[in-house]
Nanobody, 125 residues
Framework: QVQLVESGGGLAQAGGSLRLSCAAS????????MGWFRQAPGKEREFVAA????????KYADSVKGRFTISRDNAKNLVYLQMNTLKPEDTAVYYC??????????????????WGQGTQVIVSS
């Protein structure tokens, strides 16, 4: 059983920054791919960013490319999402997700096996 716990959400002004963290339980975190998704009110969940098991390969949604960075610390079982130049449209609940396919770097939610509870991000204009 894997547990994922997100933290770091909150309120930010447009143009500001936040860093989200996701802590994973388990001893083989370095074998798993990780992703971040978000869901805004009244909208479907959408892909934000993904990293393969080593962090050497990443993928971003076009809407966040150049502003968000996914990274991971396998020694600490942590994955991060650094969010810069925030926009009001980034307001959403952000979820981290884990895939047993360590090489997976993708946007398909059904490819992820475990999900966190989410952390709220609100960006004011």
């Amino acid at each position: 059983q894997v547990q994922l716990v997100e933290s770091g959400g909150g309120l930010a002004q447009a143009g500001g920054s936040l860093r989200l963290s996701c802590a994973a339980s388990g001893r083989t975190f370095s074998s798993y791919a990780m992703g971040w998704f978000r869901q805004a009110p009244g909208k479907e969940r959408e892909f934000v960013a993904a990293s393969n098991c080593s962090g050497g390969s990443t993928k971003y949604a076009d809407s966040v490319k150049g502003r968000f960075t996914i990274s991971r610390d396998n020694a600490k079982n942590l994955v991060y999402l650094q969010m810069n130049t925030l926009k009001p449209e980034d307001t959403a609940v952000y979820y981290c997700a884990l895939s047993f396919r360590g090489s997976y770097v993708g946007a398909i939610s059904r490819e992820y096996d475990y999900w966190g509870q989410g952390t709220q991000v609100i960006v004011s204009s």
